[in-house]
T-cell receptor
Framework: GQNIDQPTEMTATEGAIVQINCTYQ??????LFWYQQHAGEAPTFLSY????GLEEKGRFSSFLSRSKGYSYLLLKELQMKDSASYLC????????????FGTGTRLTIIP | DTEVTQTPKHLVMGMTNKKSLKCEQH?????MYWYKQKAKKPPELMFV???????INESVPSRFSPECPNSSLLNLHLHALQPEDSALYLC?????????????FGEGSRLTVL
């Protein structure tokens, strides 16, 4: 089975940096994905890691350590529009590639 | 603008009704998905179609019946639903089943069962 944990809520200040952590224990692993979901809207894909290390994509970066079952999403130069839920998701091994989402972290940006 | 289109956006139905949710994508993707999302919860996978064949059914009750008429369309037929089935139903697509992590979601159909 899959067990994916994230903090439920976080608050950060506009212009600052925030790190959202995700830990996972899964029976198979073939990639970790981050999605953003604004209230009342569909999730949108942000980034993914399949190998250890940091992937940078503009203001967003994602890190993965497979040995530790750990990932984080780093958001820089926070903007008010970054207020959203951030979902960590793990993909299973080949043959069972379904994507399982964590509970999500609701991030609130304050002025 | 989303490239996955879902209709209707909102649906209210009684427990004896039969209705359908529809999903369409024109990105040439060969894998399509139905997810269910309750308020303040993550999306939960229901079904996966790969090359128009059902490849994953996550033990979904038979009152939900998926259909994939062609590579661009995905339907979810609803019959004899329960109030606890009220949720946001999200359709998604990916290039193929091996790229299942990079999903493109539609805006969802918000279902209320009375």
């Amino acid at each position: 089975g899959q067990n994916i944990d994230q903090p439920t809520e976080m608050t950060a200040t506009e212009g600052a940096i925030v790190q959202i952590n995700c830990t996972y224990q899964t029976s198979g692993f073939n990639g970790l994905f981050w999605y953003q979901q604004h209230a009342g809207e569909a999730p949108t894909f942000l980034s993914y890691n399949v190998l250890d290390g940091l992937e940078e994509k503009g203001r967003f970066s994602s890190f993965l350590s497979r040995s530790k079952g750990y990932s984080y999403l780093l958001l820089k130069e926070l903007q008010m529009k970054d207020s959203a839920s951030y979902l960590c998701a793990v993909r299973g091994n080949f043959g069972n590639e379904k994507l399982t989402f964590g509970t999500g972290t609701r991030l609130t940006i304050i002025p | 603008d989303t490239e996955v289109t879902q209709t209707p956006k909102h649906l209210v139905m009684g427990m004896t009704n039969k209705k359908s949710l529809k999903c369409e994508q024109h990105m040439g993707h060969r894998a399509m998905y139905w997810y269910k999302q309750k308020a303040k919860k993550p999306p939960e996978l229901m079904f996966v179609y790969s090359y128009e064949k059902l490849s994953i059914n996550e033990s979904v009750p038979s009152r939900f019946s998926p259909e994939c008429p062609n590579s661009s369309l995905l339907n979810l037929h609803l019959h004899a639903l329960q109030p606890e089935d009220s949720a946001l139903y999200l359709c998604a697509s990916s290039q193929d089943r091996r790229n299942t992590g990079e999903l493109f979601f539609g805006e969802g159909s918000r279902l209320t069962v009375l």
